[in-house]
């Protein structure tokens, strides 16, 4: 299968470890680490040593959002120091998107920055966290506050860790591969995807939403402007997403955004014009897949409080991406708080 090339890496198939060798040869590497988490070193780590001969030295953290923070970073950053580790060093970051995102962070500030590669696991990470450059971590709750951009060598898609996945998950990183559907014009398989009774995750969806984000990353980078249309429905999605995380019904990254591409589909039909036949197919196919959250006004009004620390934000004022028809967003949109309010009360009828 072909590669998808971005301007300084490649994201690869089946060959993928093949090229990873190439990769560690060429490089010359003085020591390779693998980080993982106790749920891929129990279902992932024996797929990864039976495609590769490498023996790298395993780093373990604690899996979930919760532990994508300062203090994980540290055990990463002393586990790299206790075991010597210099600038010819390689990490590898074999998980879902906690995994890639705190493992590239870890990578970028060692000694100022060492090589890493992600291997995502979890559908999500594939078709989203993994590629793109970004890396980060979360800070007095907050989600992604603390990160940088910084490349992989290479990443590699391989589907087989799929199977290790339960339902949940895999409707998680659907999620975003609906959301690359609602935003892009040339690509789009919003037709398909909501003609459809069931999620579809196949190869070929999942190329063709790699290719949608790597095209929104080539002509915006660092998140200017264009690339900006990725976060549709993570305004709210995210700051949903923070409410939850300290109670005992946290939610995963892509049921937190579907409540957030719907409130923020609603919110582009009362400001942008966005068709209401378009919003309700949206609303009934994610909640066909996704269970209905209750909010209270409680948690609303806290939810709009956390949107405050939206990175696109600008002087405090929460900037929204929106649509004004399938693949035509609307940037740097300014929603008063009634029609928020408005739009959680579409999503709970």
Known sequence: MEKILTDNYAIEFESGYESLIKIIDKNKYSKIFLL????TENFCLNIFKNKTTLNPNLIKIKSGEENKNIHTCIKIWNSLINSNADRKSLLINLGGGVITDIGGFSANT??????????????????????????????????????????????????????TLEQRQ???????????SLISKQNSKFEYLTDSNKINFSLDIIINSINIKNNFVSEDKYEKKRRKGLN?????????????????????????????????????????????????????????????????SSSINNIIKMMEHDKKNTDKEVNFVLLSDIGKLIFDVKVPDSNILDAFEYYSK
């Open 232 to 296: 549709f429905g993570h305004t709210i999605g995210h700051a949903i997403e923070t409410h939850f995380m300290s109670s005992d019904k946290k939610l995963l990254h892509g049921e937190a955004i579907a409540i957030g591409i719907i409130i923020e589909s609603f919110l582009s039909k009362e400001i942008c014009g966005f068709e209401i036949d378009k919003v309700d197919k949206i609303k009934n196919h994610l909640l066909s897949i996704f269970n209905k959250i209750k909010f209270n």
């Open 36 to 39: 993982v988490d106790e749920n």
């Open 110 to 163: 060692y000694n100022r920055g060492i090589d890493f590669v992600n291997i995502p696991t979890t559908l999500l990470s594939i078709v989203d966290a993994s590629v793109g450059s970004k890396t980060g971590i979360n800070q007095n709750g907050i989600k992604n506050k603390i990160g940088t951009f910084y490349d992989p060598k290479m990443v590699i898609i391989d589907t087989e860790y799929l199977k």
């Open 170 to 180: 895999i409707n998680s990183g659907y999620c975003e591969i609906f959301k690359h």
